[in-house]
């Protein structure tokens, strides 16, 4: 006798319960984001008045960015290679590389920031180049040997 698929999270959880949640989180997204913009100019937060307009654009915003992030990581790993060697090496200098990658989406690319972005560089080029000569070699022997 086979034994049940034990449920998810979220499969254990009620449709009904799940978009009440999904909508509560919606709003507070919406309100934080209204307070935030609002207390640029230095407003209270109490000024803040939350419309179903604003919370569709958090939402639609929201899921068009996850959307993006789906997209890229799959296309990333259609691409990824299969030698462990070079996985590794892929993994650590693109994890290395993720903090100047945000710092310069989140304030662009400034002149008074280019010492961490030189930092970040040469921390990235003394982890060693990507595919070294080594690494060439073994992705040559593994090609010879998948085509013979």
């Known amino acids: 006798m086979s034994e049940p698929e034990p449920k998810s999270f979220l499969g254990s959880l009620p449709e009904a319960l799940f978009i009440a949640i999904l909508t509560v989180g919606a709003y507070w997204l919406s309100f934080r984001y209204e307070a935030g913009y609002l207390s640029a100019f230095g407003l209270p937060p109490y000024l803040v008045e939350v419309s179903l307009q604003t919370t569709l654009l958090v939402a639609f915003a929201l899921s068009a960015g996850v959307w993006i992030v789906f997209c890229l990581v799959n296309f990333s790993l259609l691409l990824w290679p299969e030698h462990p060697a070079i996985q590794n090496k892929l993994f650590r200098v693109g994890v290395l590389l993720l903090f100047p990658l945000w710092y310069m989406l989140n304030y662009g690319l400034r002149v008074q920031d280019w010492a961490v972005y030189a930092t ?19 992705l040559r022997l593994f090609s010879d040997t998948i085509h013979t």
Do not use: C, D, K, T
């Not at 970040?120 to 073994?138: D, E, F, K, T, Y």
């Open 120 to 138: 970040s560089g040469v921390i990235a080029q003394a982890r060693g180049p990507i595919m070294s000569r080594n690494h060439l070699q073994l």
